[in-house]
């Protein structure tokens, strides 16, 4: 009999255990589910969304609109030197993209068009870049510079990878070794900040 209470005890004992840790790990699922990543920002699109050829032209449109723009201010409002060259440079080098891009559209025989305007999150960076103060305002270039040219990246290979128009897959495969390049430079300029 003490032997019989000790095996359905232990065979109770092993069943808790058993039904404590498929709970927790039911839980821990659940909870891993509801919890937003820790930088909602930092979210890679979905492919479906970028791989779409009026989504990439919106959205590389629009960050060359916006480097073009940002560009232009910090040529005006920076006291740096090398914020001022790399502001130049992405000006020119931005518009000769915008170029490309509208050469790649007329070549898909696609009627696709760019972006008129900026986007609201772009347009609120262009306006805190406005609103910054001359003693923050290179910084606060910078690090637009590397979190928009990230941004521009990201979608470039994406389409270059995935894309479903092949002119548009080639101006973006040809347009991310450039648009990496520029980040590497921004991220310089951000590191010669701090």
């Not at 937003?36 to 449109?61: G, I, L, R, W, Y």
């Not at 170029?99 to 972006?115: F, H, N, V």
């Not at 986007?119 to 510079?145: E, G």
């Not at 994406?158 to 092949?166: F, L, Q, T």
Request: charged content about 20%.
């Amino acid at each position: 009999m003490k032997r019989h209470i000790l095996i359905v005890g232990a065979a109770i004992a092993a069943l808790s255990v058993a039904a404590c840790g498929d709970k927790a790990d039911t839980t821990s699922a659940a909870q891993q589910a509801a919890t937003p990543d820790a930088n909602p920002a930092a979210t890679v699109p979905s492919m479906a969304n970028e791989a779409a050829a009026p989504d990439f032209v919106m959205k590389a449109s629009a960050t060359d609109m916006y480097e073009i723009e940002a560009g232009k201010l910090a040529v005006e409002r920076s006291t740096n030197a090398e914020v001022k060259k790399y502001a130049q440079m992405m000006v020119d080098m931005h518009t000769a993209m915008s170029a490309d891009l509208k050469s790649a559209i007329a070549a898909s025989g696609q009627s696709l068009a760019p972006a008129t305007a900026l986007p609201a999150d772009l347009q609120d960076k262009l306006d805190d870049l406005r609103a910054a103060s001359a003693a923050d305002f290179d910084k606060t270039y910078a690090d637009d510079m590397v979190d928009v040219h990230q941004m521009a990246l990201n979608v470039v290979q994406r389409y270059a990878e995935d894309g479903d128009v092949p002119a548009l897959k080639a101006f973006a495969a040809a347009g991310a070794p450039k648009i990496q390049e520029h980040l590497n430079q921004a991220e310089g300029l951000k590191n010669g900040m701090n």
